[in-house]
Nanobody, 122 residues
């Protein structure tokens, strides 16, 4: 059974950095598309970054140049390095795996982690 578990969230000031991790079990990172999503209360979950099996990446416009998605296949772990954080980045961040078309669409992914909270203060 596939399980995903995020860690690394916390509280930082605007301009700070955090690195999120997503440890996968029952699943081999790098064999399929994986992604990071975020959600704030009252809003729909949105895709933040995705990484394909060939290592290519894509980002939502609001985080381009600030966030970097990567994966360590040996450790079966997905990462999201977040720099120059802004208050609007405050959200619950979740990782997702096993997609149909490797998109930013929620329906595209089969497995989800419970999430890790990121709070950015001004």
């Amino acid at each position: 059974q596939v399980q995903l578990l995020e860690s690394g969230g916390g509280s930082v000031q605007s301009g700070g950095s955090l690195r999120l991790s997503c440890a996968a079990s029952g699943y081999s990172a790098g064999t399929d598309c994986m992604g990071w999503f975020r959600q704030t209360p009252g809003k729909e979950r949105e895709g933040v970054a995705i990484i394909k099996s060939d290592g290519s990446t894509d980002y939502v416009d609001s985080v381009k140049g600030r966030f970097t998605i990567s994966q360590d296949n040996a450790k079966n772990t997905l990462y999201l390095q977040m720099n120059s954080l802004k208050p609007e980045d405050t959200a619950m961040y979740s990782c997702a795996a096993v997609s149909l078309i490797c998109s930013f669409e929620i329906f595209d992914y089969t497995y989800w982690g419970p999430g890790t909270q990121v709070n950015v203060s001004s």
